[in-house]
């Protein structure tokens, strides 16, 4: 990330390091916009899996694989982001089969601003779009996603803490769903599908142990609203999820990395359906930053 004071533009200009300074391992919200001109390009990845076991039926494991190549521009007062997600998606039925389905995901983009920008404390407004380029079929895909959100972060020279709050439109789209009784004859017809809107809290905090790595420790909740179905209510779809994120950070020079394992804080059986679930998570990514 970029500071965004008249000291950081000067130095800035003999320190690239400065530009990356305080961001979060799993949510790039950081309240501390850009204060000078660059660029930082990469890629993330995010690796999660899930076992279901229930009794008196086939045990069903899942996996789910993303990997956003990115590209964020700073300015002095905003900071734009385009991300591009290739993922998979498998599914193994034990004793039935396995699906598996890989390519591009919903296009991401990113605008952040801010609105106050101090020494020890910053604030900022932002906005993240999903446009629908992924393909619903294979999972990989949904409709028109909005979430605007409000960022702030604390730095208290041993440590940085960050907090984020914001809210999610989940647009409507269609998918083929089978709406046949015998499961011997599928039937399958186009069916609206509208997921449940979303509030999305985290918190953060990162200490630095030298001049090149960080310690992080992350926990982010989201409240989902109900999924609806053909205009029916899908049960037990509204709920919460939390999950809790250690991780550890480094940069140097112009090469600046992440990564961070993700664990489920909620009971898993109140795990709200068509929510993203997980037994376990990793996540991380690297990347080079550069001034103008």
């Known amino acids: ?161 960050h907090a984020n709050v914001g809210y999610e439109y989940r647009g409507e789209y269609n998918k083929e769903i089978d709406i046949s009784t015998d499961p011997a004859n599928p039937q399958y017809e186009p069916v609206k599908i509208k997921p449940g809107d979303a509030m999305h809290w985290a918190l953060g905090v990162e200490i630095p142990t030298g001049d090149i790595f960080k310690i992080h420790a992350e926990l982010l909740g989201v409240s989902y609203g109900e999924v609806k179905s053909a205009d029916q209510v899908v049960e037990n779809s509204a709920g919460n999820t939390m999950t809790f994120i250690p991780g550890i950070s480094l940069q140097q020079g112009i090469f600046k990395a992440k990564v961070g394992y993700g664990i489920p804080v909620e009971v898993e059986d109140d795990r709200p359906a068509y929510a993203p679930r997980y037994d376990w998570r990793i996540i991380g990514g690297a990347s080079l930053i550069f001034a103008f």
């Open 1 to 161: 990330m970029f500071k965004k004071s008249t000291m950081a533009i000067c130095a800035g200009l003999v320190a690239v390091p400065l530009l990356a300074s305080g961001e979060p391992i799993a949510f790039d919200q950081a309240a501390n916009v850009t204060g000078l001109t660059g660029i930082e390009a990469g890629a993330e990845f995010d690796y999660s899996y899930e076992k279901i076991e229930t009794e008196g039926q086939a045990a069903v494991e899942s996996t789910v694989s993303d990997i956003p190549v990115f590209l964020r521009l700073g300015f002095p007062v905003l900071e734009a982001k385009l991300t591009v997600p290739f993922g998979s998606v498998k599914s193994n039925v034990e004793a039935v089969g396995e699906e598996n389905y890989s390519g591009v995901k919903d296009l991401g983009i990113g605008l952040k601003t801010g609105l106050l920008g101090l020494p020890l404390f910053n604030l900022a407004v932002g906005v993240n779009f999903t446009l629908p380029t992924g393909d619903p079929e294979k999972y990989l895909g949904e409709g028109l996603d909005f979430n605007p959100y409000v960022a702030a972060d604390v730095d208290i020279t041993l440590m940085k803490l």
